[in-house]
C-alpha cells in the first residue's frame, strides 16, 4: 500500500456517519462509567461491610470498560485495515515517543497497579508527604483524599518509582497506633492496665483483631521517658482519627485521674547548654 | 483366498461406475501404480501442512478434489490385480495403500466437511461439482467398508508372516476382542449384587420410614435408584468396552456398541418418561387411574420405540456415508420425524399437561396454561411439556435435596430472597387477635423445649457435670452462650431440673442488670458461699452477662467474679451469656481464662421449629389456610403440605433456628380471614431502612445495647462515651420506631427486630461475630 492508499483509506474513515457513531459510542463508554461509580456508592452505602469490595470491583470494571470498549468502539466502527494500522501506528509511535509518553506511561502504570494492586480503592495510604483515602484509581491518574478534605491527583507512574504505604491493604478495619508518655517513675502497669481498658472499650475498637500495649524508653526533649505505644484496630478506616481521638482523651483523662505521672518538661535551667 | 472374495465382492457390488478413465489406468505396472499412490499421499500430505494457512472452504475443495481422484479409479486395482496375480507382491501392497490413502483422505474431507458446518456454511448448493461429489460419496460406499475388511486382513497375513511372534499378537488380539463381550456379563453380575444389597437396604428402610423422614426418603432414593441401576451399569460396561476398543487393532467395533447405548438410553427414557407423566397425570386426574396407566406406558413405549429406531437408523446412515454431502442432506430429516412425533405425542397429553401448569405457583407456567386453553394449544403442548419437564426435575432435586442439611439452608436463602421481593398483599389484613396470642404464648410454654436431652451439646455439659461430681475431673465451669431467645435459661432449668432430681445440691442465681460493682457482686457471693458451705454445690447462673459494663473499670466486678470461682473448689459454674458479650469478654478479659468450656445453644431444625409452633397452634385451636404465594403443589394433600414446609423453610431462615424468634414472626404472618380461622401469609416486615436515617451516633448507641444485652440510659452513655443527650435520643427513637422496648428504665430489642438490627448492625462492621 502506498501513501496515497493510505490517505485516501484514512480519509474514509473520517466519514460523518462513522465519527458520530464513535462519539456516541464514547459518551455511552463514559455514561456507563459513570453509572458503575454512582452504583457502587449505593451499594456501598447499603452494605457498608462490602463498601471497599464494591468500590475495588467498579475500579476493574472501569479500567476494562474504558480500554476494551475504546478499542472495541475503534476496531468495530471504523474497522480500519492490517497496513492502515501499521502506518498509522508508525506514525503513533513518532507522536506518543514524543508528546505523550507521559500519558501512556501512566496508562500502562495503571493497568500495572490494577493487578499488582499495592493500594486499592478506598485504603489509606502514604505517599511521600500526602497521607489520605484513595477514592480512584483512574486510567491516568489515582485521586487521593487527605484528612482536611483536598482531593490530591497523583500520575499512575508515579508509583512504579517511589514507595506507598498502605494502611489497610484493602480491609475495612485499619491498625491505629497510639503513644503516651509517662515519667520514669510512674506506675506502669498501672498505667498500662488503664491504657488497655481506654482502648477495649472504645466504641470505635475492632475486637476481632487483637489489642497491643507496649512499653518502651524514649529520649525527647533531653529527657528520659517511658513511651506506652498502644496498637489496636478501628473498625472502619473512616473513623481513623475518631478513634485516635477518643483514645487520646479518654486516656489523658484516666492517667490524670489515677494519678499517673507524666513528663513536665525540663526546666530552662536543667536543659543541656546549646552549642 | 480372501483376496478373491474381496475382489468378486468388488466386481459383484452395484454401485460400480466404471468410467473408461478407470479402465485405461488398468493396463499399467504395479510399479507405476504404486508411484501414482505415493505421489497422491504426498500431496494428501501436503495439504495436511498448508492446512493452518487455508480457509475452511479452499481445504476443504483441495481435499475433495484428492479424494475424488482417489475415489474414481478404485475398480482400476481389481482389473489389475486379476493380471497381476500372485505375481509379484510390491502390488498387493499397493493395494493395501489404495484402502489406506482412501480411508485417510475420507476421513480428511469429513473433518473439512465439520469444519464448515461448525462455521455454519452450507456445504449443498446445486452445481455441477456437488452433484458430482454426491456420485462419488455413493459410488464409494462398499468399497469403504472393502478396505476397513482387506486392511483387517492384511494386517494379519503380515502378522502371521512375521512367525510366532506375529501370529501370538494376532491371537491376543482376538482373544481380547472375545474378552471384550464378558465385560458387559461382569458388569451385569456386578449390578445384579448391588440390585439385592439395595433391595435388602430398601426392607429396612421401609420398616423404619414410619419412624423418620430420613428413612422415608431413603426408600424412596432406593426405590428409584433399582430402576435405573441395571441400566447405568450397562452403560458404564459399554463405555469401558469402547476405551478398550479404541485402544485394540479394531477400533471401528465401537460403531456396534454405539447401537447398544442407544438401547440402554431408550431404556433409561422410558424409566423417566413414565416418570414424569405419573406426576402429570397425578396433578390433573381427568381421566380414572387403570386408563392413565394404560395411556403412560402405551406412551413412553411407543416414544421410545420411534425415537430409538430414528436414531439407529441415522447412526446407520452416519456409519455407511460418514460425515458427507449427502447425510448432510438427509440429517435434518431425522430432526423433523422426532419433532413431528414429539409434537403428536405431548397433543395427546395436553390435558393433563394443561392442568398440571396450572397447579404450579409460578406465573409464567399459569399464562402458557392459560393459552392452551385457545385453539392453537397443539403447537404450545410441546414448549409446555418441555416446561413441565424442567419444573418437574426442579421439584425433585429440591425434594430430594431438602434431606441434607446445607441444601435445606441454600433452599431457605433462596425462599427468603424470594418472598422478600414479592409484594406483601396481606398487608391490608386485620392482624392476629390478642387472644389467640396470649392463648399461643400460654400453650408455647410446654412446646419451647424440643428433646433437648438428646442433643450432644446438653450431653457434653452433663458429662463434665458428672466427672466433677465424681471427682474425675478438676473442671468447674461451663459456659453456655447463644443469641437471645434461643433457649439458654430453658437448658439451666433442664440441667437445674436434672440434678436436682438426682440429689445434688443446686442454686439458681438470675444475675439481675446491671451488677458492675463489687458490693453487687457480694450478695451472689454470700448466697453460694451458705449454699456450699458442707456439700458440693451446682451453681446456674443465668444472664451472666450483666456482671459487666464495657468502660473502664467496668469489667473489675466480672473479674473478682472470676477469682472467686478459682476460690471456691466445691463449686461449679453453670453460666449463661448472651453471644455478643461472651464475645465481647473473650476479647476484653480472655474468656478462656476460666471458663474453659463453652457451649454454644444449638440452632433448632426446621422440624423442631415447625413442631414447636404448630402444636402450640393446635392447643389455641384454629382452623389455618396457608397464602397462595406458598401453595405450588398439585395434589391438594401434598399441596397443603408443600405450603406449609416452604413457609416454615421461610421462617427457619428468617430466625437463624431460634424458637422465639420463630414464634415472632409466626404471630407476624397470621391474619384475620371470616370466622375463627387464620391465614398464613408473608410475614410483615419491619422498616428497617429506618435505621439508616439515624445518625451514627445512634447506631453505637444500638450497638452497644447489642453487645450488653440491656442498659439504661447511663450505663449507654458511660459504654459509648457520648453525652447522655443523644443516648436518650436514641433511645426515644427506639421507642417511637418500635425496635426498642423499655423495662423499668432499661432498654433491649423487642424480639420481632431483634435480628433484623442485629442484620443491619453487622451490616456496618459495629457488631461482629468471631
Known amino acids: ?275 | 483366498m480372501v483376496n478373491q472374495v474381496i475382489f468378486i465382492m468388488a466386481l459383484l457390488l452395484p454401485f460400480q461406475m466404471i468410467t473408461a478413465q478407470d479402465l485405461e489406468g488398468s493396463q499399467k505396472t504395479s510399479v507405476s501404480y504404486s508411484e501414482r499412490l505415493s505421489e497422491l499421499d504426498k500431496r494428501l500430505e501436503r495439504i495436511h501442512q498448508d492446512k493452518e494457512s487455508l480457509t475452511t472452504e479452499a481445504k476443504y475443495n483441495k481435499v475433495s478434489v484428492l479424494w475424488e481422484d482417489v475415489a474414481k479409479n478404485l475398480k482400476q486395482h481389481f482389473v489389475s490385480y486379476s493380471d497381476a496375480e500372485g505375481v509379484n507382491r510390491p502390488w498387493q501392497e499397493g493395494v493395501a495403500l489404495r484402502f489406506q490413502l482412501l480411508r485417510k483422505v475420507s476421513n480428511e474431507r469429513e473433518q473439512a466437511l465439520q469444519e464448515l458446518a461448525l462455521e455454519g456454511k452450507s456445504i449443498f448448493s446445486v452445481d455441477s461439482n456437488t452433484l458430482r461429489r454426491i456420485g462419488v460419496e455413493i459410488r464409494i460406499i462398499p468399497y469403504k467398508f472393502l478396505a476397513y475388511f482387506y486392511e483387517r486382513w492384511n494386517w494379519v497375513k503380515t502378522r502371521l508372516s512375521e512367525g510366532f511372534v506375529g501370529a501370538l499378537h494376532v491371537f491376543l488380539q482376538l482373544f481380547f476382542i472375545l474378552l471384550l463381550a464378558l465385560v458387559p456379563v461382569v458388569f451385569f453380575k456386578v449390578a445384579k449384587l448391588v440390585e439385592s444389597k439395595i433391595e435388602k437396604q430398601k426392607k429396612v428402610s421401609f420398616y423404619l420410614s414410619f419412624r423418620s423422614q430420613w428413612h422415608r426418603n431413603l426408600t424412596t432414593g432406593l426405590t428409584l435408584l433399582s430402576e435405573y441401576l441395571p441400566w447405568l451399569f450397562t452403560l458404564l460396561a459399554l463405555e469401558v468396552v469402547d476405551i478398550l476398543l479404541a485402544s485394540s487393532e479394531f477400533t471401528e467395533l465401537t460403531y456396534v456398541t454405539v447401537y447398544l447405548s442407544y438401547y440402554v438410553y431408550y431404556k433409561v427414557f422410558r424409566v423417566t418418561l413414565e416418570l414424569v407423566l405419573r406426576e402429570v397425570a397425578s396433578s390433573s386426574l381427568v381421566a380414572p387411574k387403570e386408563d392413565i396407566n394404560k395411556k403412560i406406558r402405551t406412551t413412553s413405549r411407543f416414544l421410545g420405540l420411534v425415537l430409538l429406531t430414528t436414531y439407529c437408523v441415522k447412526m446407520a446412515f452416519l456409519s455407511i456415508l460418514g460425515q458427507s454431502i449427502l447425510f448432510s442432506i438427509i440429517e435434518p430429516f431425522f430432526g423433523f420425524i422426532v419433532l413431528a412425533l414429539l409434537f403428536f405425542v405431548s397433543s395427546r397429553w395436553e390435558l393433563e399437561i394443561e392442568h398440571y401448569l396450572k397447579q404450579t405457583n409460578v406465573f409464567f407456567l399459569q399464562a402458557v396454561a392459560r393459552r392452551m386453553e385457545n385453539r392453537f394449544s397443539l403447537f404450545l403442548s410441546l414448549p409446555a411439556l418441555v416446561l413441565v419437564g424442567i419444573h418437574f426435575l426442579l421439584n425433585r432435586t429440591v425434594l430430594w435435596g431438602s434431606q441434607f442439611e446445607f441444601m435445606k439452608v441454600v433452599y431457605a436463602k433462596v425462599l427468603r430472597v424470594k418472598y422478600e421481593t414479592t409484594k406483601n398483599d396481606s398487608l391490608n389484613m386485620e392482624k392476629v387477635d390478642e387472644d389467640y396470642v396470649e392463648k399461643f404464648f400460654a400453650a408455647s410454654e410446654q412446646y419451647r423445649n424440643p428433646k433437648v436431652i438428646d442433643t450432644d451439646f446438653y450431653q457434653d455439659i452433663v458429662k463434665q457435670l458428672d466427672l466433677w461430681a465424681a471427682d474425675e475431673s478438676t473442671e468447674q465451669t461451663v459456659a453456655i452462650f447463644g443469641s437471645r431467645g434461643c433457649g439458654k435459661t430453658r437448658v439451666l432449668r433442664e440441667l437445674e431440673a436434672h440434678y436436682s432430681e438426682m440429689g445434688h445440691e443446686c442454686l439458681a442465681i438470675d444475675v439481675t442488670p446491671k451488677i458492675f460493682t463489687e458490693k453487687g457482686l457480694d450478695t451472689i457471693i454470700e448466697q453460694v458461699e451458705k449454699a456450699s458451705k458442707d456439700e458440693n454445690l451446682i451453681v446456674f447462673l443465668d444472664n451472666a452477662h450483666n456482671l459487666f459494663l464495657s468502660t473502664v473499670g467496668g469489667f473489675s466486678t466480672y473479674r473478682v467474679f472470676l477469682e472467686k470461682i478459682e476460690e471456691m473448689k466445691n463449686v461449679f459454674w453453670v453460666a449463661t451469656y448472651g453471644d455478643f458479650s461472651w464475645q465481647l469478654l473473650g476479647s476484653v478479659v480472655g474468656k478462656n481464662q476460666y471458663f474453659r468450656i463453652e457451649q454454644k445453644v444449638p440452632r433448632w431444625t426446621i422440624e423442631e421449629i415447625k413442631n414447636c409452633i404448630l402444636k402450640t397452634h393446635e392447643v389455641v385451636g384454629r382452623k389455618l389456610v396457608y397464602d397462595e404465594i406458598f401453595r405450588s403443589s398439585q395434589k391438594l394433600e401434598e399441596g397443603v403440605a408443600s405450603a406449609e414446609n416452604r413457609f416454615f423453610y421461610l421462617i427457619w431462615e428468617k430466625s437463624g433456628g431460634i424458637p422465639g424468634l420463630a414464634q415472632s414472626f409466626w404471630l407476624r404472618s397470621l391474619r384475620r380471614t371470616h370466622g375463627e380461622s387464620l391465614k398464613v401469609c408473608l410475614p410483615v416486615e419491619n422498616p428497617i431502612s429506618e435505621l439508616s436515617h439515624l445518625n451514627q451516633e445512634m447506631h453505637f448507641v444500638y450497638a452497644s445495647i447489642m453487645k450488653h444485652e440491656n442498659l439504661n440510659v447511663s450505663e449507654a452513655a458511660r459504654a459509648t462515651n457520648l453525652p447522655r443527650a443523644i443516648v436518650k435520643q436514641a433511645m426515644f427513637r427506639g421507642l417511637e420506631e418500635g425496635f426498642l422496648c423499655e423495662d423499668h428504665g432499661r432498654y433491649r430489642f423487642t424480639m420481632d427486630w431483634y435480628e433484623d438490627v442485629k442484620k443491619y448492625l453487622k451490616g456496618k462492621n459495629l457488631i461482629y461475630e468471631f
Open chain 1, 1 to 275: 500500500m502506498n501513501s496515497n492508499d493510505s490517505l485516501s483509506e484514512f480519509l474514509q474513515l473520517l466519514q460523518f456517519q462513522k465519527i458520530s457513531t464513535l462519539v456516541v459510542g464514547l459518551i455511552l463508554i463514559v455514561a456507563v462509567g459513570k453509572f458503575l461509580k454512582s452504583l457502587s456508592g449505593k451499594l456501598g452505602e447499603s452494605a457498608p461491610n462490602y463498601r471497599l469490595q464494591f468500590l475495588q470491583v467498579t475500579t476493574i470494571l472501569s479500567f476494562l470498560l474504558y480500554i476494551l470498549g475504546t478499542v472495541g468502539l475503534v476496531f468495530g466502527v471504523l474497522k480500519p485495515s492490517k497496513e492502515l494500522l501499521l502506518a498509522l501506528g508508525g506514525s503513533a509511535a513518532v507522536a506518543v515517543g514524543f508528546s505523550l509518553k507521559d500519558l501512556v506511561g501512566s496508562i500502562v502504570a495503571g493497568v500495572t497497579l490494577l493487578f499488582d494492586r499495592p493500594f486499592q480503592v478506598g485504603d489509606r495510604v502514604t505517599f511521600d508527604d500526602t497521607y489520605g483515602e484513595i477514592t480512584n484509581i483512574g486510567l491516568r491518574a489515582v485521586r487521593l483524599q487527605t484528612l482536611d478534605d483536598n482531593e490530591v491527583t497523583i500520575p499512575n507512574s508515579k508509583f512504579m518509582s517511589e514507595w506507598v504505604a498502605s494502611g489497610n491493604s484493602g480491609a475495612l478495619d485499619m491498625m491505629i497506633v497510639c503513644t503516651f508518655h509517662l515519667a520514669l517513675d510512674s506506675d506502669v502497669a498501672k498505667a498500662k492496665n488503664l491504657i488497655y481498658q481506654v482502648v477495649a472499650t472504645s466504641r470505635f475498637v475492632f475486637l476481632k483483631k487483637p489489642i497491643k500495649v507496649l512499653v518502651s524508653e524514649s529520649y525527647e526533649n533531653f529527657e528520659l521517658v517511658l513511651k506506652i505505644a498502644v496498637k489496636a484496630y478501628v473498625f472502619d478506616v473512616r473513623f481513623e482519627k475518631d478513634f485516635e481521638s477518643d483514645i487520646y482523651e479518654r486516656g489523658t483523662a484516666i492517667l490524670a485521674r489515677n494519678d499517673i505521672k507524666r513528663p513536665q518538661g525540663l526546666l530552662p535551667s536543667e536543659m543541656p547548654p546549646a552549642h
